[in-house]
């Protein structure tokens, strides 16, 4: 199983990674393109060329709408990026996987880019002992590898009152209703307290705890029950299976990335170049943009959307100025906390991770390891001779006692969780790489009664006259956020085709 990462700054130096992602970046010059070529206005300007903003731009492409995407980094892809090891091994930055019912998955599909599929579930670790996994998406056999016949039952019964749960939830947001009371309710409880109520067995109810703080980077006391029941779909039995399968692109999923700025013309795209303000007028939007933190230029368009994280949102200055309730929304969003650590171990280490001969990775623990999978098994890559690649994700708590400690301090403690777990391991270590996101996927705290389907997220998710705002960080936790807010946006932006004509 493997896991959304959001994008805030790295620790190490490595911040040169950016060029894998194989796409011509820069301004406009560094790509040729002659200063009269260059793009000062479109019909819909994107601030950001992430995920959503290429997928919004791909959409409206389809539609007929012409977009302008203007990004500050200096390379395009956002929360989405694969980095190269010198021996050609590869590991993903932050993004990880799409999920099954996530409408990434059909785009993907669309785009007909090769992809590898996993399972749900994983290994994990409860109470101090590892349960490895068993049954191959087979519920049953799974639940029989963990639990006794009583939590199983216990398990079960929970899974059935939960998932009826999500199917209301969703009907209601998906047409735009209000949430009926019962439901409503749940965002004034806490979900660690939404399963205490059930006086589940300890083993079952921690197994639930382990499974969903790592899909939101905080604690499962944080967010209110509407958010875990939410996060705990993705490993639900429901009419569809045990769990949703989940997708990774073969090769890295860069390609994602690659493949939506394909279908794009090169003077659609412009980088290392950072809006600093957004004008509404009568007629239009007024963008001030300042490229290679040198030059201010002026993008002028009918509509803008701004698709960075919320919490960059405030780095921009709007004319009107946004509502209170957004600028509420805004600032009442919590960040999740990661850190990823990808090992390079010595071939002969892969027999420490094994039980009865088999691979217990991904192994969700209970411990400072965080989540720890295999990526050359993921992508099928069993060469024994070849140094094997393990990446550790360290989340909420764990995350944030490394969160301002030295490289060196990050790669000692994470070794140090790891040979807990797999005694031996750490000399067969031979160099880490690590990537620091102190605010890195949202959530909605519980402390400020909030929730992702509150009216604070609903408002946020309404266009303020020309200006659109979305991202993932509007919608959930996960990487279908970034492409359920571009999918809304490109309808929201198709039905006012005729005043962008």
Not at 418 to 424: I, R, S, V
Not at 450 to 471: C, M, N, V
């Amino acid at each position: 199983m493997k896991r959304w990462f959001g994008l805030s700054f790295l620790l190490v130096a490595a911040l040169a990674i950016q060029a894998c992602t194989g796409w011509q970046e820069g301004t406009r010059e560094e790509t040729g393109l002659p200063e009269q070529t260059r793009r000062r206005e479109a019909p819909v300007v994107i601030v950001g060329a992430g995920l959503t903003g290429l997928t919004l731009a791909y959409e409206l492409k389809k539609a007929g709408i012409d977009t302008l995407l203007v990004e500050a980094a200096p390379r395009i892809g956002g929360r989405v990026q694969t980095v190269r090891f010198p021996d050609g091994a590869t590991a993903e930055a932050h993004m990880e996987e799409y999920f099954e019912r996530s409408p990434a998955v059909k785009l993907l599909r669309e785009l007909k880019l090769p992809l590898s599929e996993d399972v749900a579930h994983s290994s994990v670790r409860l109470g101090g002992r590892i349960y490895p996994y068993q049954g191959d998406g087979a519920r049953d056999e799974y639940l029989a590898g963990l639990f006794n016949a009583e939590e199983r039952e216990a398990f079960l019964q929970w899974n059935t009152k939960v998932w009826n749960l999500y199917t209301r939830l969703h009907a209601s947001h998906t047409e735009g209703k209000p949430l009926p009371p019962e439901l409503s309710g749940l965002m004034r409880v806490s979900f660690a307290d939404f399963v205490a109520r059930d006086s589940l067995p300890p083993k079952v109810s921690e197994w639930i705890r382990v499974t969903v703080e790592p899909e939101m980077a905080i604690e499962w006391d944080k967010i209110s029950a509407l958010d875990g029941i939410d996060e705990m779909r993705l490993f639900l039995d429901s009419p569809e299976g045990f769990g949703e399968k989940n997708y990774h692109v073969s090769g890295g999923n860069t390609q994602f990335i690659e493949a939506l700025a394909a279908r794009l013309r090169p003077e659609q795209l412009m980088t290392h170049a950072r809006v600093t303000a957004i004008e509404q007028t009568d007629s239009g939007v007024k963008l001030r943009v300042l490229e290679k933190d040198s030059r201010y230029i002026e993008i002028e368009g009918r509509l803008a959307v701004v698709t960075v994280p919320v919490n960059h949102i405030g780095r921009i200055q709007f004319s009107p100025p946004l509502s209170r309730e957004k600028w509420q929304a805004i600032s009442t969003t919590g960040m999740g906390s990661y850190i990823k650590v990808h090992f390079r171990v010595s071939p002969e280490a892969s027999k420490l991770w094994q039980v009865n001969g088999e691979n217990v990775l991904t192994l969700l623990s209970d411990s400072p390891a965080g989540t720890i999978y295999d990526v050359d098994e993921f992508k099928g890559d069993t060469q024994q001779e070849r140094e094997r690649l393990l990446t550790l994700l360290l989340h909420a708590r764990f995350a944030r006692d490394l969160m301002n400690q030295p490289a060196d301090q990050v790669r000692e403690k994470s070794a140090e969780a790891l040979d807990a777990l797999f005694p031996g391991i750490r000399r067969h270590i031979t160099s880490a790489e690590i990537f620091v996101y102190p605010q890195a996927v949202a959530y909605w705290p519980l402390e400020f009664g909030r929730s992702r389907f509150d009216e604070l997220a609903s408002e946020l998710r309404r266009p303020q006259g020309r200006l659109y705002i979305g991202g993932d960080t509007t919608e959930d936790s996960h990487s279908e956020g970034a492409v359920i807010a571009a999918l809304r946006m490109a309808r929201q932006i198709i039905e006012r085709r005729a005043e962008l004509e």
